[in-house]
């Protein structure tokens, strides 16, 4: 269990396929993707890998994301900011206001930066264990509003873990506002390299590759 994960009782965690590398793109500003799930979860938390200091929302709901775009409908479940560690990881940990996914049914993730390029992504392909997968997404435009931005690229992968609990309760938490951190006014983290300036295309540019080094990413 994460150090400020109180109430699970059995700590679980689904990991991505990432193993290093994988892609960050200047018009990403987000990433959605659905879980499905074989038993009854309680998700916690999501760790992220991040290039930069970012606020972030987090939006959760039952059932595909494919099938309401309108995010009134769907739970903010966090509104705060993430900062990389010396290993451009970050943890959203919303043990107090936990999402609820009955079993065999899918859940959806919605996950919006800030500022675009902040998250790394990849195309692994789904990622599973004996209580969920984790489904291939979309990277999205700029949020703009109360509905699900537009595509930027279709079958992307969400990289790190989740983590949930599936410890019978009687019922379902309720669903509690976070209410987000103050927003630090020193100066942001600089992501490892400049992006270089993009050329008009009739389409969406390929996202930029990255490896993984000792020290962090670099551009491949």
Not at 23 to 51: A, M, R
Not at 101 to 109: G, L, M, P, Q, Y
Request: with cysteine.
């Amino acid at each position: 269990c994460s150090n400020d994960c109180f109430s699970p009782t059995n700590c679980n965690e689904i990991f991505s396929n990432y193993n290093g590398g994988g892609y960050y793109d200047p018009g990403g500003y987000g990433i959605v993707f659905d879980v499905s799930v074989s038993k009854e979860l309680y998700f916690y938390e999501i760790n992220v890998v991040i290039l930069s200091a970012a606020n972030v929302k987090l939006y959760m709901k039952s059932g595909s994301y494919t099938l309401d775009q309108n995010l009134d409908n769907w739970n903010l479940i966090f509104d705060g900011l993430v900062v990389p560690d010396s290993s451009w990881r970050d943890s959203i940990n919303f043990s107090n206001s936990r999402f609820f996914a009955s079993a065999d049914s899918t859940a959806s993730f919605y996950i919006s930066f800030s500022s675009g390029g902040v998250f790394v992504f990849d195309e692994s392909g789904d990622a599973s264990n004996a209580d969920a997968t984790i489904r291939s997404g979309s990277i999205l435009y700029q949020q703009i509003g109360n509905v699900l931005p537009s595509k930027r690229y279709a079958n992307h992968d969400f990289v790190e873990s989740i983590k949930y609990d599936y410890a019978p309760l009687p019922s379902p938490a309720p669903i509690v506002f976070t209410s987000a951190p103050s927003v630090s006014t020193s100066a942001p983290i600089v992501a490892p390299s400049l992006y270089p300036t993009l050329l008009p295309t009739l389409g969406p540019p390929n996202p930029i590759m990255i490896q993984s080094t000792r020290n962090g990413f670099c551009l491949n």
